[in-house]
């Protein structure tokens, strides 16, 4: 049996060159993957592929055994590592969760492997933990090479256990270039001018403080003090700052707008607040938002290489290869020492950093909006050891999968409603963590102005607002939407309907390729059609409009149900939606598996103003599930907790 493991970091890798070299793998093999878009491919032409995540769904029986394995070498991590610490701070809290994700992947693979049968893995990104797999693979009695595939764009390379620094060097800078290149986007303009430059200024600014550094040590100079100088004085604390947010995340829509209301009452407020990231995406959209920021990007990457330099390092370092060494018999410990080594030099730098921010402040409460990262991680634990309360907000719905339950390290986790609160339970935290505060992120829905949106919207697009208008706004593009799309644009044209296909945000960055292919598609079939494709545009605005709401199990069902729209949610391509909130559950959307169904479905409502009631019944069902007291004041509960009047609210 063998058992061989490639990786991908490009963003559009040529899934002809993989079907090539699959060639020379035996026919019987089985592929497991993580790409969604190579699946498809392989399938196609009938290569045996399979999704990692529907052979090991995350929850079920199946899901409960691999989570309890990683626990259990969680622990034994956590255990090796317990006595390693700088400030009174555990060194392994920084990068725990980031390890724990990787044991799942291990585990997951350790499964798959159980079928005694050649396997291939291809994954579309790189995690430490493939050595690992590899490693686990062998014991199991596969024939493996202990080196793992790159592929690129054109070509496969290798990958050695000893060569990894390269690789997150060349991981850094391609992150850095795409951040670049998806700030620009297709329609080049002064706001992206503006973010380019920003960012540009920021790479640079920590290449050239980088070489400076060097050429100090080169000299034999000591650079030490000089930078931590600097750092102090950039992060010089504020006397009267009183809450610190902490936040590392690209998602804007899923971490960052919930918390905009409550910024926006803070700010309106005479608390003194302030934002930390170290993170260039993260840093571009707090931007635009025009709120206080401090971007630690610069401070963080040279702090983590020349740390290497300071006094303090000679000891940890010798200390996590004792420990190694002590627990070599650990699954893992060995092919992870550089993995360690780096992470401990990164959770170095954010304590030295965090304790510069914190020391002169009466800090009152800290804030991880993206909880489980690790400069969330550190602020955690670095109010813990300060008697300071921390809060993070449920990003979304959540389905009760046991990995979770490792996710939340603050003493307060928010949470939108019921069906919030009784998986977070079901996940076992704690009730006392937990306070139902509804979604600030929906608040704003009470002041929303239907007439209003179609204006702005007719302007924007130049929709006839005198139609009925029909959004469609997917998670993202399955399987042959752009023919059911095209087909829809048609009978919409047909009916004197309006039509909006919002495109999920996340494909302006990631797998932009396939969606601008299955967009150009859409023009072909519908070239002489009326209809809007959008990524951007206030997607709110856009459902307020709406006299009908298609999705998928989007989160866009929640704000069309809060906004009292009808909707759809369609599932054309047969896939499998088992972690999700399921609308037509509770009658407030009709779900449909087949196309002809949806034209039929479309006419009764809009134009028979049938099933109207029924929907509006079951829209009421779900609402307090989804949006505690659906009042729009779960902003202004968020801000007493975190500001400490939680005696002027009070909950049922």
């Known amino acids: 049996m063998k058992c061989e493991l490639f990786f991908s970091y490009e963003k559009n890798i040529d899934f002809e060159n993989i079907k090539k070299h699959l060639e020379g793998f035996p026919e019987q093999n089985q592929i497991i993957t993580d790409n969604y ?53 555990s060194i392994f809290s920084g990068f725990d969760n980031l390890l724990f994700r990787q044991l799942i992947i291990l585990f997951k693979a350790e499964k798959i492997l159980q079928n005694k049968r050649d396997t291939i893995f291809i994954f579309k990104e790189y995690f430490p933990i493939f050595f690992v797999i590899k490693k686990r693979a062998n014991e199991m009695g596969y024939n493996t090479i202990p080196t793992i595939g790159i592929i690129e764009k ?9 060569n990894t620094e390269k690789l997150q060097t060349k991981l850094s800078q391609k992150r850095s270039y ?12 002064l706001k992206s001018c503006k ?12 290449m050239t403080k980088k070489m400076t550094y060097n050429l100090l040590n080169y000299v034999k100079i000591n650079s030490n003090e000089r930078l931590m100088e600097k750092i102090c004085k950039k992060t010089k604390s504020q006397p009267n700052l009183k809450v610190l947010f902490f936040v590392t995340t690209g998602r804007e829509d899923l971490y960052l707008k919930p918390w905009n209301p409550v ?16 993170d260039l995406a993260t840093s571009n959209i707090i931007r635009k938002e025009n709120l206080p920021f401090m971007n630690l990007f610069s401070e963080v990457k040279i702090l983590e290489k020349e740390i290497e330099r300071f006094n303090l390092w000679i000891k940890i370092n010798s200390e996590i290869n004792e ?82 339950s490792e996710w939340f390290k603050v003493n307060k986790i928010f949470v939108h409603g019921l069906d919030g609160r009784d998986s977070m339970l079901k996940l076992n935290y704690n009730k006392n963590r937990l306070e139902i505060t509804g979604n600030p992120k929906y608040d704003f829905l009470k002041t929303i102005n239907t007439d209003e949106s179609k204006k702005i919207i007719n302007k924007k697009f130049g929709l006839n607002v005198k139609k009925p208008l029909i959004v469609i706004a997917m998670s993202r593009w399955w399987n042959n939407d752009e023919i059911w799309i095209s087909d829809f644009i048609k009978y919409c044209n047909k009916n004197s309907f309006e039509v909006i296909v919002k495109i999920h945000p996340v494909y302006k960055s990631d797998a932009r390729e396939l969606s601008d292919k299955k967009i150009s598609e859409i023009k072909k079939t519908c070239l002489n059609e009326k209809y809007t494709i959008s990524y951007d545009g206030d997607l709110s605005k856009i459902l307020s409009a709406a006299d009908l709401v298609i999705t998928d199990f989007s989160n866009v069902g929640i704000e069309a149900i ?28 009709i779900y449909l598996q087949k196309y002809d169904d949806l034209e039929k479905i479309v006419k009764e409502i809009i134009v028979k103003k049938m099933h109207l009631n029924d929907l509006a019944q079951g829209r009421k069902k779900i609402i307090e599930l989804v949006n505690y007291q659906n009042d729009g004041k779960a902003s202004e509960r968020i801000f007493n907790f975190i500001t400490k009047k939680t005696e002027e609210i009070s909950f049922e």
């Open 263 to 278: 910024l926006k009452l803070l700010g309106k407020s005479s608390i003194i607040y302030q934002i930390f990231t170290n």
């Open 195 to 206: 973010i380019i430059f920003t960012a540009f200024i920021d790479i640079t600014g920590m």
């Open 178 to 189: 795409n951040f670049l290149k998806n700030s620009i986007g297709k329609n080049f303009s």
């Open 562 to 589: 809060l906004l009292d729209k009808s909707l759809l949610t369609v599932n054309f391509s047969n896939e499998s939606f088992e972690y999700v909130l399921r609308y037509h559950e509770y009658g407030s959307s």
């Open 37 to 89: 878009n190579l699946h498809k491919f392989l399938k196609k032409n009938k290569i045996n592929s399979k999704m990692m995540g529907e052979l090991i769904p995350d929850d079920g029986n199946l899901a409960k055994e691999i989570f309890e394995k990683a626990k259990n070498l969680q622990e034994g991590y956590r255990k090796a590592f317990s006595k390693l610490t700088y400030k009174k701070i």
């Open 154 to 162: 054109n070509k496969i390379g290798t990958l050695n256990i000893t």
């Open 323 to 404: 420990i190694v060494n002590g627990n070599s018999s650990i699954l893992g410990m060995n092919e992870l020492l550089e993995y360690f080594l780096k992470q401990t030099r990164r959770t170095l730098s954010l304590i030295l950093i965090l304790e510069n921010i914190i020391k002169t402040s009466k800090i009152e409460s800290i804030v991880a909006i993206a909880d489980g990262e690790m400069l969330e991680n550190i602020a955690v634990e670095y109010a813990k050891k300060n008697n300071i309360p921390s809060y993070s907000l449920l990003p979304g719905y959540i389905s009760p999968q046991p990995f979770l």
